[in-house]
């Protein structure tokens, strides 16, 4: 039987079943698997240490023969030591192997090996303790350090990868087509995975890594592409503008240039009769609500429905209820379908939708449930999308035969990110605030003031404005002691510093039904001060709410506190946001204070950046992509962008990948694609 990269991994000489076990709890499955468990890292054998010339407290590797093997000594607990006397002509010194009588037991006395570890001991005396062995023949160049688990030793996993190299045969296809490599420099599959586990130089490796990556950005992009394009180009409905004037003279407000450009991209993008991908890219506040109101618009007087998708309950029913005014104005139907529809509810909502009686539902994930049917659906917004996995809003997407898709975002995010996130995704950027908004005053205080803050807050209360307190925690947590939990924190305040006023509790842990109790109190001006979590990070929009206290504001993300204080400033009024933490850290102070300095959310976000490392800033879970293993999309940008236009020329030639050539890539996407569809969001 010849060695393929789908022969199970059990069949591999020197496998078996129950190592074939533990490989599987290292994702590794078939050969293929193998092979693409990356090194994390190298030793370095190609310039072994004579004994006198090696660097005491480094690691390294010296080139010694074995003097005197000596013998096992026992010490406590049943553990037992071996001491090997090595050298050369410049020297001797001591191993010390501890309970691995078999690496012992392998050495020849007279023979010469490298030996590898950190050197101890003194420059008279130097020793290294459980070094690793290699054999003189083996040690070339670099040796790879496997990401382990428990029972598969480096060694093993590096033997078998080299088992399986050698049994390989020099005809193995290549995923990537020769064009491809040829076109961007990149080597072929089969010197790829020699040089990427034993490669003779850093270059070589590089060259090996460069290849990988590029592999699994193209094998992402194209997933994300095919997502996209639904695997066929497909038309959508063209849509013909309303009538504008009507919709600005309904509104409050006059919009912003950048609104009525946004406005313009979207009705020009959905009259030509293919779907629209475009994404809002706006501050918080900015307006992109009536954005994509307007988009709404002109799906639904063209005949068609429209669904908008908010990422909370919360937000969802805050659409419904500034929306569905304005949808009334114009004729249009509109309902709000969430997790916490009441049952019969939910089905007479959905008969209608199936049945057209219904041209804009606005709801959350519960819209993205097999059993919720469109009559003609055209138009699918999505809000805050950052929030959703991509895969939910391709499945969304796939609702409706061709849907024009307009999503929505405060997002900043790094270009790299954006092109693996949005992909060929079209951009409106509102980089203007509606006018008369004054800049959100912004202060850093510790906990001696904060009854000063309180009386502050009295202040903005008593002239029929409304506040927010905001506080980390919902419940206690015997790990933060110092933190008040919102619940607890809200019957204090309710009795006390505020028992004059009304106070509201809003958490995560509350149920739907009372979650929307209290913000329709507090939309109606009933509730004068909301204490709650960071449920209301997102989008909530009470205009009137024109004060904020953050407890504990060094808890929290600079993004994240932007987006909270993005809840106050939403009016004419002067708003002010104090920002309360006893952290003395010198760091954690300079942090807090960009936000003193700036309300602008792309600059706090690359100060955050450059303060906090990209790593967790822009973590890809949030984002629901799959895992990257090798590619760092930070530092690859070059890469990426060369993955994405070739995935783009791929598909615009061969949409289903199905080509000889394509055949092994579009496999691998496949595979990807299934990963992604159970990415959580
Ligand atoms: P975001 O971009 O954060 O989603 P919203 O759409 O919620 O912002 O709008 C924020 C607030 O600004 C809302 O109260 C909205 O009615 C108001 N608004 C939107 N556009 C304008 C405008 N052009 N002039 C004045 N107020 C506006
Ligand atoms: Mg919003």
Redesign the pocket.
């Known amino acids: 039987m010849t060695l393929t990269l789908d022969t199970d991994i059990q069949y591999l000489k020197g496998v078996g079943q129950k190592r074939a076990a533990l490989y599987r709890r290292l994702g590794v499955y078939r050969v293929g698997d193998l092979l693409r468990h990356l090194p994390r890292d190298y030793i370095d054998l190609s310039a072994p240490f004579e004994v006198a010339a090696a660097p005491l407290g480094e690691r390294c590797a010296v080139r010694a023969k074995v003097l005197n093997k000596g013998s096992e000594a026992r010490i406590r607990g049943g553990l037992s030591i071996w001491k090997v006397l090595v050298g050369d002509d410049t020297g001797v010194m001591n191993l010390s192997f501890f309970n691995t009588r078999y690496t012992v037991a392998g050495l020849k006395e007279g023979e010469e090996y490298l030996f590898y570890g950190r050197v101890d001991g003194t420059l008279l005396s130097k020793e290294i303790r459980s070094p690793m062995v290699f054999p003189k023949e083996e040690a070339v160049g670099l040796y790879p350090v496997y990401p382990l688990t428990a029972g598969l030793s480096g060694r093993m996993i590096a033997a078998h990868v080299r088992t399986a190299l050698e049994a390989l045969p020099q005809s193995l296809g290549d995923v990537l087509p020769e064009a491809v490599r040829r076109g961007h420099n990149l080597c072929d599959s089969l010197f790829a995975f020699r040089a990427i586990h034993f490669p003779h130089s850093v270059e070589e490796a590089a060259i090996a890594r460069r290849r990988f990556i590029f592999e699994e950005l193209l094998t992402l992009s194209l997933a994300l592409l095919k997502l996209r394009r639904g695997g066929i180009e497909r038309s959508a409905p063209a849509l013909t503008p309303p009538d504008w004037t009507a919709f600005y003279q309904a ?6 240039g950048a ?1 009525q450009r946004a406005i313009a991209d979207i009705a020009a993008d959905m009259s030509q009769g293919r779907p629209m991908n475009r994404l809002i890219q ?10 994509a109101a307007a988009g709404i618009l002109m799906a639904c007087k063209g005949g068609f429905q429209a669904a908008m998708m908010a990422p909370t309950e919360i937000l969802a029913a805050q659409h419904h209820r ?1 929306l569905s005014p304005l949808c009334e104005g114009f004729g249009l139907r509109s309902a709000l379908l969430t997790g916490s529809t009441p049952a019969a509810e939910k089905r007479r909502i959905k008969k209608a939708l199936a049945a057209g009686e219904i041209d804009l539902i606005i709801g959350t994930h519960a819209l993205l449930t097999a059993d919720v049917d469109f009559h003609k659906l055209a138009l699918v917004v999505t ?1 805050e999308q950052h929030r959703f996995g991509v895969a939910q809003r391709a499945a969304l997407s796939g609702k409706g035969q061709a849907v024009h898709t307009l999503v ?1 975002s ?1 997002t900043p995010i790094p270009r790299t990110l954006s092109l693996i996130i949005y992909g060929d995704l079209d951009l409106s950027v ?1 980089d203007e605030l ?3 908004r004054q800049p959100i005053e912004t202060y850093l205080i510790d906990s001696d003031k904060r009854d000063r803050a309180f009386g502050y807050i009295k202040k903005h209360l008593d002239r029929g404005l409304q506040g927010y307190i905001i506080c980390p925690l919902v419940e206690e947590n015997p790990d933060l002691p110092g933190l008040i939990p919102a619940t607890l924190y809200a019957e204090e305040l309710a009795a006390g510093a505020f028992r004059d006023y009304r106070v509201g509790l809003l958490h995560g842990k509350l149920r739907p039904k009372e979650k929307a109790e209290v913000m329709a109190r507090f939309y109606s001006g009933e509730v004068q001060l909301l204490v709650a979590t960071t449920v209301v990070e997102v ?1 909530v ?1 009470v ?1 009137n709410a024109v004060i904020m206290l953050i407890e504990g504001a060094e808890r929290f993300g600079l993004g994240q506190l932007h987006q909270l204080r ?1 809840r106050i400033g ?2 004419s009024a002067r708003s002010t946001c104090i920002l309360l933490s006893d952290s003395k850290s010198p760091e954690v102070r300079e942090r807090l204070s960009i936000l003193r300095r700036s309300q602008n959310g792309f600059e706090i976000a690359e100060a955050d950046l450059r303060l906090r490392g990209p790593g967790d800033f822009f973590g890809q879970r949030q984002h629901g992509l799959p895992p990257l293993k090798i590619a760092d999309l930070v530092d690859d940008m070059a890469l990426l962008e060369a993955a994405q236009q070739t995935a783009q020329n791929m598909l615009d030639a061969d949409p289903v990948l199905e080509t000889p050539e394509h055949r092994a890539l579009g496999r691998q996407v496949d595979a990807l694609f299934d990963q992604i569809g159970a990415a959580p969001n």
């Open positions: 509104l409050p407000f006059s919009l912003t609104q706006g501050d918080v506040g900015s307006g992109k609500t009536v954005v500034s809000d929505m405060a509102i509606p006018a008369g989008g929009d205009p993005g939403r009016g």
